[in-house]
């Protein structure tokens, strides 16, 4: 099952990333619930890996000075704890981080998993995975083609990684 789930997402990003460079068709693709159950596989699949590289990378990547790991649940709504000032005297949570990392997570994640013509790193910046420009204009236009856009986001995380009710 695995194996054929990545050979379907390989062809899948085969395809879409022929042909001329362009936008994410959102009015098409978003607003259409068929697109739903395709962005929901790749979505399942990706988020996984996104949270892998996380626990993986260096303090500081994502934010300086800062340590991220994930949790093995969402609690309270969040699936990720950020550590300020982390290995000083002055450690301590920082939620506004969190939330801020979190959404980036959400939103590679997202428009990963949705079909496009850019090149990842043409919408996100890899290292930190922040929206370039072009990345915020195709999430902007998702969010006003799919006004739920964020609540389905919210849905599919906690589908993929659980709630701590679970």
Avoid: Q
């Amino acid at each position: 099952m695995y194996s054929l789930l990545t050979a379907a997402l390989f062809l899948l990003s085969s395809v879409v990333h022929a042909g001329p460079v362009a936008t994410l068709d959102t009015e098409s693709f978003v607003g259409s619930e068929k697109s739903w159950r395709l962005i929901r596989i790749g979505y399942s699949a990706i988020l996984p890996v996104r949270l892998k590289e996380i626990e993986g990378a260096m303090p500081g990547r994502f934010i300086p000075k800062a340590e991220v790991v994930v949790l093995l649940r969402m609690k309270k709504g969040h699936f990720l704890k950020v550590t300020c000032d982390a290995g000083t005297d002055a450690a301590a949570e920082c939620p506004d981080k969190r939330n801020l990392l979190e959404a980036r997570v959400v939103a590679a994640a997202f428009l990963e998993s949705a079909p496009r013509t850019h090149k990842m790193e043409e919408l996100v910046r890899p290292t930190t995975w922040e929206l370039t420009p072009l990345g915020r204009r195709t999430l902007e236009k998702a969010e006003a083609d799919c006004p739920d856009l964020w609540a389905r986001l919210r849905a599919m995380t906690e589908s993929v990684i659980g709630t701590e009710d679970d």
